[in-house]
């Protein structure tokens, strides 16, 4: 269902920093179903999360068996190569030649990014968290001129790197505003936002390195955000589809129900498509939703 009421959260901004990670927006376009293309059946483990280069036309898989695996579509979608990570993978950033991995904590030890730059032999890994880390990103740009990286998971702390005089990537600052895991993260122009489990999504200034806003989204155990334009939407278990607008104003409310008209949980979200766009929504059970 459609909720009328409007809420009101802790934000000074009127703006999330510009367009994120989404579609255009020329106009309404065709409905078509998407048809299976391929299985890509190389991992052993649970497959977690994936990345995309459309420059170098390949496909990043990170799964629980601890590996990343590389596909490319001027293969016909074969596994071109496989990254062992020593740790169930949650996470994966490309940026450039640069691929980042967050790593489950396992085996005794805590949650690490593996990071690697593609193009060279270059290996690094980013320490500093205490338990797992399930999210990563980029944006702002720190003094050497490059974007900064980003990563957060279970110790609720935003951990903040730039690549410096050292030749690797060196830690900054630790953005502290969360009490509870921080589950997703995502940066438009000088700002970040970042959403843990408790509901909570905090909005970062890159570029003075403060809290700027919160916005509580009263979400029970809140899995995702998604950033497209001026507009945010998050997700949750609780099966609610929430719009929110930069003031911290929430637009809608959508409630996404089973066949049998109760809750169905929400693992997954994006905006795909021309025109308007079209929200796609991943369920606990599997299930896919338009």
């Known amino acids: 269902g459609r909720g009328n009421s409007r809420g009101r959260s802790d934000s000074r901004g009127g703006s999330f920093g510009g367009r994120s990670r989404g579609g255009g927006r020329g106009g309404p376009g065709p409905s078509q179903l998407p048809k299976k293309h391929i299985v890509l059946s190389e991992h052993t483990g649970e497959v977690s999360c994936f990345e995309v280069s459309e420059s170098a036309k390949q496909l990043f898989s990170g799964a629980r068996d601890g590996t990343v695996r590389v596909w490319s579509w001027d293969e016909g979608f074969n596994c071109v190569h496989t990254v062992h990570t020593n ?66 998971g279970d110790d609720a702390g935003v951990k903040t790197w730039q690549f410096g005089e050292s030749n690797s990537f ?68 609780d099966g609610h589809v929430r719009v929110w607008d930069a003031s911290g104003t929430m637009l809608q409310d959508h409630l996404v129900t ?7 949980g929400i693992t997954a979200m994006a905006i795909v498509g021309e025109g308007y766009g079209r929200v796609m929504e991943g369920s606990w059970k599997g299930h896919g939703r338009v």
Not at 205 to 229: F, P
Request: aromatic residues 8%; hydrophobic residues 40%; contains cysteine.
């Open 87 to 152: 740790a169930p993978v949650e996470a994966l950033l490309v940026f450039e030649d640069w691929l980042f991995a967050g790593c489950q904590a396992a085996n005794g030890q805590q949650g690490v990014v593996r990071v690697w730059h593609m193009a060279s032999s270059f290996e690094q890994t980013l320490e500093g968290h205490q338990g797992s880390v399930y999210c990563l990103a980029h944006g702002g740009t720190s003094a050497k001129g490059s974007p900064y990286i980003f990563s957060a």
């Open 170 to 237: 060196e830690p900054v600052i630790n953005l502290a505003g969360h009490t509870a895991c921080v589950v997703d993260m995502k940066a438009a122009g000088s700002s970040l936002l970042s959403a843990d489990r408790s509901g909570t999504i905090c909005m970062w200034d890159l570029s003075a390195g403060t809290l700027s806003g919160t916005i509580d989204t009263k979400h029970q155990n809140l899995t995702c955000i998604w950033l497209e334009e001026n507009v945010l939407l998050s997700a949750a278990l």
């Open 258 to 264: 089973n066949r049998n008209n109760q809750p169905s």
